[in-house]
């Protein structure tokens, strides 16, 4: 088969091999993978940033979408022919997050999707919904169940999103659109920053209630504030990191949620976090790591019922995965990026 596995780090380094067809062993499933969507953590994977240490070789992408070919005895949940997406950490099932549960993620702590076939253990799998095709299903695991826990399953408990919440979501990337498209489902009014009039235009084709270019003007939390009449957002998806978590801070409103989920960018060295702010508005700061497999079928379901479908900004060939890289580098997309692995 073909993959792309990361010897040495660097874009320039990721080269197509010939590798062996895994064998399926009792539990095991054999996913012949159609396509595979990019996530940051991916970026960061390929470039030696997310974890230096990793051992080489690794295929890199956590999610991907296929079908099962072939099973091993004993598997029961799915069947040769069954459409398929791998789940992000393939341990975590249901529960809360574990040290356990948050093991063997896909693409980091061992071989990811970026290969023409994928072996995978019944449970690290589940079915996607039947409108969806593999190209947009690829875009589920990580992305897609990132912001559902982030506004629904796993957000605030004390504050639960509920129609009339105004969410605040940064940028234009997968996990800000997925939760732009499930916030409306819910009911929500969904305000949104962009560095781009154009991207924030296309939003507003998506239900984005109002866009704020924070490259005119870096102060959004005060535009967040005077847009709610003074109170501030229930719940701001931060997907900045230290570069715009003060401006998340100031955007809340007192007894908000920050559903602090990226690293995009980074803070100014040295700069102090604003420990007051968050005790004196009683914020709510929740870390959200994707999900459970669970909180996947959850998402699914609702996917299914409105049928809802992933936005793609653009769709590589197998062989161009390492222009589909760049294209990530390049942080011009709208949406999620995809790989095309297998058309047929």
């Known amino acids: 088969m073909r993959a792309f596995p990361v010897t040495a780090f660097g874009i320039e380094n990721l080269q197509l091999q010939e590798l062996p067809i895994p064998r399926v062993t009792p539990g095991t499933v054999l996913i012949k993978v159609h396509a595979v969507s990019l996530n940051y953590r991916d970026l960061l994977m390929v470039r030696g940033l997310y974890n230096p240490k990793m051992p080489l070789p690794r295929i890199p992408c956590s999610d991907g979408a296929g079908e099962v070919v072939a099973v091993g005895e004993d598997v029961t949940r799915v069947s040769i022919g069954d459409r398929v997406c791998g789940i992000f950490m ?124 924070y490259k005119q003007d870096p102060d959004w939390a005060r535009w967040v504030v005077a847009s709610t009449q003074g109170l501030g957002a229930d719940r701001i998806i931060e997907v900045g990191g230290a570069g715009t978590f003060d401006q998340s801070l100031r955007a809340a409103r007192p007894g908000g949620t920050i559903a602090q989920i990226g690293v995009l960018s980074a803070g100014t060295p ?31 379901a609702t996917i299914a019922q409105a049928q809802l479908r992933p936005v793609i900004d653009q769709v590589f060939a197998f062989d161009q995965s390492p222009r589909a890289f760049r294209h990530m580098q390049d942080a011009a997309h709208f949406g999620k990026i995809v790989i095309r692995v297998s058309a047929d």
């Open 90 to 213: 393939q341990q975590w099932l249901d529960g809360p997050i574990t040290a356990e549960k948050s093991r063997l993620a896909l693409g980091g702590d061992i071989d990811g999707m970026l290969a023409e076939y994928v072996l995978l253990p019944q449970d690290g799998v589940t079915l996607f919904p039947q409108h969806l095709t593999y190209e947009e299903a690829a875009t589920l695991p990580c992305a897609a169940v990132t912001a559902w826990n982030a506004l629904h399953y796993g957000g605030d408990p004390v504050n639960p999103l509920a129609p009339g919440s105004t969410i605040v979501i940064q940028g234009t990337g997968g996990v800000s659109i997925f939760a732009l498209q499930f916030a409306k489902l819910f009911g929500a009014t969904v305000l949104g920053t962009s560095s781009s009039d154009e991207k924030l235009a296309r939003a507003q084709t998506l239900g984005l209630d109002s866009g704020f270019n």
């Open 270 to 300: 040295g700069e102090a976090i604003p420990f007051p702010l968050i005790l004196h508005k009683q914020l709510r700061i929740q870390g959200i790591y994707v999900g459970s497999r669970a909180i996947f079928e959850q998402m699914n």
